[in-house]
């Protein structure tokens, strides 16, 4: 395996307008996605202070509901995976009759808006069982309603299992890169095909 990884500072403007940078760019085999993600800095009136808001992270994420979005936004903003975890996104819920949920919580009462802070809930509509995946907008972690096993391992290297929580859900997964965006999309069919 090669690894190449070059880290040059400069705004946006400065970098788009770099022959460095363009010469880098097209240096690299097979094609090269770039994200513009805006820094959202400011600058506290009252103390001078600039405060990180982290990205800005542009769009509705699929799926999720209006009443969620602000909240899946602002965890997204953190995430250094935020595009490969708009691209899971996008596909899982493509998928015929999936739903995004958020949670309820315990005091939850009728009219009260779901909880979007913890976790995203895909759910398959007119299941009999919960979600088949728990998706961590935060982290970009993806928890399955799968088991682990051999097959799991050969399909998805990057995925781990789990010996706490729900019996149900063993096989987690981080999204970081495009490898493992397949394989979380991978898993994900199987758990979504098994529910």
Same mark, same amino acid.
């Given at each position: ?11 946006? $403007? ?11 760019? !097209? !240096? ?42 602000? @909240?899946?936004?602002? !965890? ?16 899982? @819920?493509?998928?015929?009759?999936? &739903? ?17 802070? &913890? ?6 509509? &007119?299941?009999?069982? &919960? ?15 799968? $088991? ?6 050969? !399909? ?6 789990? @010996?706490?929580?729900?019996? $149900?859900?063993?096989?987690?997964? $981080?999204?970081?890169?495009?490898? @493992? ?15």
């Amino acid at each position: 395996m090669k690894l190449t990884y070059v880290c040059i500072e400069g705004t946006p $403007q400065e970098l788009d307008a770099s022959e460095l940078v363009r010469e880098l760019v !097209q !240096q690299q085999s097979g094609a090269v996605d770039t994200v513009r993600r805006s820094p959202r800095v400011v600058v506290d009136p009252d103390s001078d202070d600039e405060v990180d808001f982290g990205w800005l992270v542009e769009g509705d994420v699929p799926g999720v509901a209006e009443e969620g979005q602000g @909240t899946v936004k602002a !965890q997204l903003a953190f995430n250094p995976a935020a595009q490969q975890f708009l691209d899971f996104m996008t596909e899982a @819920t493509s998928w015929e009759n999936v &739903g995004v949920h958020g949670i309820k919580r315990k005091a939850w009462q009728e009219g009260d808006p779901l909880d979007y802070t &913890g976790y995203l809930r895909l759910r398959r509509k &007119g299941s009999q069982y &919960g979600g088949f995946v728990y998706a961590f907008a935060s982290t970009g972690v993806i928890n399955f309603r799968l $088991q682990y096993s051999d097959e799991i391992a050969e !399909q998805a290297p990057d995925a781990y299992p789990l @010996t706490k929580g729900n019996h $149900q859900y063993r096989v987690n997964i $981080q999204i970081h890169d495009e490898s @493992t965006l397949k394989q979380a999309l991978a898993l994900s069919e199987l758990a979504y095909d098994a529910t």
